[in-house]
C-alpha cells in the first residue's frame, strides 16, 4: 500500500508518491525550511506520472469539472493506469474524494497534513514538471496558467445564467441616472422657453408634456385656431389647448430670433426623445424582472425590486441576506450612525418606497417593513435557487402582506402562514401534472400519427408491388 498525492495544474495532472506525510505534516513547523527546498524536498515527494493537456478545450473542461467536483473520464483513466484500490490518494477537495471513492473505489485522504504537502508542491511545481515534460521554456508553466486562466475567466462570464440580473442592476441604474438628467434638462427648457412664451409655464405643469408643446409649438406667433387639433394630441385636454391659444395671442413675452428659437426647439426634441427612451427601459426592466425574479416583482414591483437587487450585488447575493439584512439594506449609514450615538436604529431602507409601507399607520410601520422584508427574502430565495418560473409564490406573499395590512388596521385575523404555502405548492404540483399529461397526449398522438404514416407508406409500397407483378405477368403471357 503506497500513499500518493493528486496536482491539477494549468498543464495537466500530476500524481506524486510520498513517504512518511503523517510525520511531515505533524512537524510542519520545524521541517518547513526543509521543504522550501526543492532538493531536500524532492526525497520525500517524488513525481510518478503526468498527463498533460493536449488542447485549451480540454484543459478548460476539465478545470470546470475540477471546480464542480465532477470525476470525467479524462481524469478517471489516468488513476486507473497508475493507481491500485490497495493506494491511499491525497486530494484537496472533499466532494472529488467521495467522487474518486465511488468510481473508482480507491480511498481518499484529506487533512492538514496533505494539504500542507500539496501547497509545497505547488511551490516546486516548475521545478518538477520542467524535467518531466523536458521543455527548455522557461516560462512554460506561466503561459499554461495565464492562457487557462483567460479560457476559465471568459467561459464563467459568458454562460453562467445566474449573471442574466446584471442587465437589471444596469437598467435601474441607467433609469435613476435619466431621472436626474431629464429632470434638469427640462427644468433648463422651462426657463428658456419661458422668456419667450412664460404663460405657458403655469398652463402645463408637466416636464414631459412642456417639451413636448415647446417643441411643437416653437414660435408662438405661428398659434392660431388650426393648431389647437394639434396641441389637444400632445396634452389631451381641449379646454387647456385653447388656453395655450389664447395665452399665446395675449403673452408678455419677448420676441427672439429664428436662429434662437431652433436653438430652444432642438434642445426641447432632445428632452422628449430621453423621456420617451426612458419609458421603454421601463417597460424593459418589467420584463426582464418578469424573467429572472418573478416573485420578487408580484411582491413588490420592479422598481424596488430591481433596486434591492442592485444594492445587494446580484440575486443570489440578495438570497442569501437574512431578512433582518434586506430590512435595512440601503440604510447603512443611518445604522452605523445610529449605533455610533446610542439613538434608534432605522426600520427600513429601500423597502420604504414601497406602497406597503405608505399605507401602514406610522405606528405599524416598523412591523409591515419586518414582515415585507422577511417575505422578500423568501421570494428572492425562490427565485434564486427554484427550478419555478412562475410568480405563484410572490402573489401568494403579497396577498400575505396584504392581509397583515388588513389585520393591523382593522383586526381581521391573516390565514396561518402554512396553510398558505401547502395551498400554493398544490396549486403548482397540480399545473405541473396537468401540463405534463398534456405533453404526454401530445407525445401519444404524435406516435398514432406517425403509426398512420407508416401504415399509409406500406400499404401504397404494396399495392405499386402488386401492380408491378401484374405487368410483368402480363408482358410473359403475351411473349
Known amino acids: ?126 521545478k518538477f514538471i520542467t524535467k518531466a515534460v523536458k521543455s527548455k521554456d522557461t516560462k512554460f508553466m506561466f503561459k499554461s496558467q495565464r492562457g487557462l486562466a483567460h479560457s476559465y475567466s471568459r467561459a464563467k462570464v459568458k454562460f453562467n445564467v445566474h449573471r442574466a440580473d446584471n442587465m437589471i442592476m444596469q437598467t435601474i441604474s441607467t433609469l435613476d441616472q435619466l431621472d436626474k438628467d431629464i429632470n434638469t434638462f427640462a427644468m433648463r427648457v422651462r426657463e428658456w422657453y419661458s422668456w419667450h412664451f412664460p404663460e405657458l409655464v403655469k398652463i402645463v405643469n408637466d416636464n414631459h408634456l412642456y417639451a413636448c408643446l415647446a417643441a411643437h409649438i416653437g414660435n408662438r406667433e405661428s398659434i392660431d385656431d388650426s393648431t389647437v387639433d394639434a396641441i389637444e394630441k400632445i396634452i389631451g385636454d381641449r379646454p387647456k389647448a385653447e388656453l395655450i391659444v389664447s395665452a399665446a395671442r395675449s403673452s408678455m413675452g419677448y420676441d427672439i430670433s429664428d436662429f434662437d428659437i431652433k436653438l430652444v426647439d432642438r434642445f426641447a426634441q432632445k428632452v422628449v426623445d430621453l423621456g420617451n427612451f426612458r419609458k421603454n427601459l421601463s417597460a424593459y426592466l418589467s420584463e426582464k424582472m418578469e424573467q429572472v425574479a418573478p416573485n420578487l416583482r408580484a411582491l413588490i414591483g420592479e422598481v424596488v425590486g430591481a433596486r434591492l437587487i442592485h ?54 410601520k416598523g412591523k409591515i417593513s419586518r414582515y415585507l422584508s422577511n417575505k422578500c427574502s423568501i421570494a428572492s430565495r425562490i427565485d434564486a435557487f427554484s427550478d419555478s418560473t412562475g410568480n405563484d409564490w410572490g402573489v401568494a406573499l403579497a396577498k400575505q402582506v396584504e392581509d397583515r395590512l388588513a389585520f393591523y388596521e382593522k383586526g381581521i385575523a391573516p390565514p396561518k402562514n402554512i396553510d398558505v404555502m401547502k395551498e400554493v405548492a398544490g396549486k403548482i404540483s397540480t399545473n405541473g401534472k396537468a401540463k405534463a399529461k398534456v405533453s404526454d397526449m401530445e407525445v401519444e398522438e404524435s406516435k398514432v400519427t406517425e403509426t398512420k404514416k407508416e401504415k399509409k407508406r406500406r400499404r401504397s409500397s404494396t399495392e405499386t408491388d402488386g401492380k408491378s407483378k401484374k405487368k410483368k405477368r402480363k408482358s410473359k403471357g403475351g411473349k
Open 311 to 364: 444594492h445587494a450585488g446580484s440575486l443570489i447575493a440578495l438570497a442569501k441576506y437574512p431578512a433582518s439584512t434586506v430590512q435595512i439594506l440601503g440604510a447603512e449609514k443611518a445604522l452605523f450612525r445610529a449605533l455610533k450615538t446610542n439613538t434608534n436604529t432605522p426600520k427600513y431602507g429601500l423597502i420604504f418606497n414601497s406602497s406597503y409601507i405608505g399605507r401602514a399607520r406610522t405606528r405599524d
Open 1 to 126: 500500500m503506497s500513499f500518493y498525492l493528486l496536482f491539477e495544474s494549468a498543464a495537466g495532472y500530476a500524481l506524486f508518491e510520498g513517504s512518511n506525510i503523517e510525520e511531515i505534516g505533524n512537524l510542519y513547523s520545524k521541517v518547513q525550511k526543509s521543504l522550501l527546498d526543492f532538493g531536500k524536498f524532492s526525497k520525500i515527494v517524488q513525481l510518478k506520472a503526468f498527463r498533460p493537456f493536449t488542447s485549451p478545450e480540454i484543459a478548460l473542461e476539465n478545470v470546470n469539472d475540477v471546480s464542480e467536483g465532477i470525476l470525467n473520464d479524462f481524469l478517471s483513466e489516468f488513476l486507473e493506469q497508475n493507481l491500485s484500490k490497495k493506494d491511499i490518494l491525497g486530494v484537496s477537495d472533499q466532494s472529488y474524494a467521495q467522487a474518486v471513492k465511488e468510481q473508482l473505489g480507491i480511498d481518499c485522504k484529506k487533512d492538514a497534513s496533505v494539504m500542507e504537502i500539496i501547497r509545497a508542491i505547488r511551490h516546486h511545481f516548475d
